[in-house]
């Protein structure tokens, strides 16, 4: 039973941005590169990637960490409390996710609701696409600030290695509608 309180567990970029973060461990998930955007379509509101180097647009696919089912195994992340107003912003932030309850698979959780993010059918698909296509990158910038603050927090997971390669990318906000 829960008292109403609502957290979400971060094992990726939730982490980096979190404040008042709390340290736990996921049970029965493994973090994969397991999503990605296309970053040859504008979507208002969310995202696209640039070359560091010449400011020029890259028709990739760009993958972000993930979680698959995996009995025995154990992610590392972090709790931030929520209300519903965060969690709607969270929602629409994480669009290449579906959001699902993790409470019972939480070591040492406390009391209340926790979710997490798992990538969603559609976010699987592009990042099938883009390795089938051979266009499907990691940022190395995302991928950067991922690992500075799990060694920060002092969180000995290490982020799953992959065969994609890594493109030094500029994120950019795109305007909302």
């Known amino acids: ?10 094992y990726g970029s939730l982490v980096a941005v979190q404040s008042g973060r709390r340290a736990v461990r996921l049970h029965g998930h493994r973090r994969i590169w ?14 696209t990637y640039r070359l560091r180097e010449d400011g020029s647009r890259p028709a990739v696919f760009v993958a972000f960490l993930d979680l698959i089912a995996e009995p025995g195994a154990v992610t590392q992340g972090t ?17 290449n996710y579906d959001r699902i309850d993790v409470t019972t698979q939480i070591e040492a959780a406390p009391s209340g609701t926790i979710w997490t993010y798992r990538g969603s059918d ?16 990691i940022d190395s910038a995302y991928l950067e600030a991922v690992e500075t603050t ?5 969180l000995g997971d290490e982020l799953p290695g992959d065969d994609l390669p890594l493109m030094s990318l500029r994120r950019v906000d795109l305007p909302a509608p």
């Open 34 to 47: 397991g999503v990605a955007m296309d970053n040859t379509i504008d979507v208002p509101g969310y995202k």
């Open 122 to 137: 559609d976010g699987r698909e592009r990042l099938r696409i883009g390795r089938r296509e051979r266009t499907a990158v």
């Open 79 to 95: 709790l931030l409390a929520v209300d519903d107003a965060a969690l709607r912003v969270l929602d629409e932030r994480e669009r």
């Open 150 to 154: 799990f060694t920060a927090l002092g």
């Open 1 to 10: 039973m829960t008292d109403g309180r609502q957290f979400v567990f971060g």
